[in-house]
């Protein structure tokens, strides 16, 4: 139970192109999403928090108009690079908050989207 | 930011008692301590989280000290699968990663 899938699981882009990451919430639904990046040998770095219908909240230094998130339902947060460059290459992992079912007061994190920019 | 300390690395061989340290001396009344663990190119796994009273699930036990300043994470039985970057959390509102430790369980 409480499982979260990611979409893509990796991808290679171009520099200068724009990049959708899916995040599912698959057996409940999560009104309250997180997105994290973590480089390589290094901890994850909270980027945002996305509620369902609402606008996504961004942590201090973080892009919003490059990191565009969405969060059209109850079971789906997008997230997209914009122009991504080459610095943007890391490792993308979602998180939603529990609901009905499960833990309310837990994160579960999905596998995560390694992006490449060339 | 990040308001936790553990180690970088500990080992540990298989069979034996994993214990995971985690100093959190400016935790707050209503901060939950929360641990999940990271292996390789995957999303974080959670595997316990407590307020002030010990617990114990399927995966492991939390021991947080009386005053709350500090907190044990048990892997009673460590297997080679526990290899993996264990993070010890503050809970307030987000989860903040600090750096985590390296558990490497040895046969």
């Known amino acids: 139970g409480a499982v979260v899938s990611q979409h893509p699981s990796r991808v290679i882009c171009k520099s200068g192109t724009s990049v959708k990451i899916e995040c599912r919430s698959l057996?409940?639904?999560?009104?309250?999403m997180f997105w994290y990046r973590q480089f390589p040998k290094q901890s994850l770095m909270l980027m945002a928090t996305?509620?369902?219908?609402?606008?996504?909240?961004?942590e201090q230094g973080v892009e919003k108009d490059k990191f565009l998130i969405n969060h059209a339902s109850l079971t789906l947060s997008t997230l997209t690079v914009t122009s991504a460059h080459p610095e943007d290459s890391s490792f993308y992992i979602c998180?939603?908050?529990?609901?009905?079912?499960?833990?309310?007061?837990?994160?579960?994190f999905g596998p995560g989207t390694r992006l490449t920019v060339l | 930011d990040a308001k936790t300390t553990q180690p970088p690395s500990m080992d540990c061989a298989e069979g034996r008692a994993a214990n995971l340290p985690c100093n959190h001396s400016?935790?707050?009344?209503?901060?939950?301590v929360y641990w999940y663990r990271q292996i390789h190119s995957q999303g974080p796994q959670y595997i316990i989280h407590?307020?002030?009273n010990n617990e114990t699930n399927e995966m492991a036990s939390l021991i947080i000290t009386e005053d709350r300043k500090s907190s044990t994470l048990i892997l009673p039985h460590a297997t080679l699968r526990d290899t993996a970057v264990y993070y010890c959390?503050?809970?307030?509102?987000?989860?903040?990663f600090g750096s985590g430790t390296k558990l490497n369980v040895k046969p």
């Open positions: 998180s939603a908050l529990g609901t009905s079912g499960f833990r309310t007061d837990t994160q579960y």
């Open positions: 057996d409940f639904q999560a009104t309250t």
């Open positions: 996305s509620n369902e219908g609402s606008k996504a909240t961004y």
């Open positions: 400016t935790i707050s009344g209503n901060e939950y």
């Open positions: 407590g307020l002030k």
């Open positions: 959390i503050v809970y307030y509102n987000k989860f903040y």
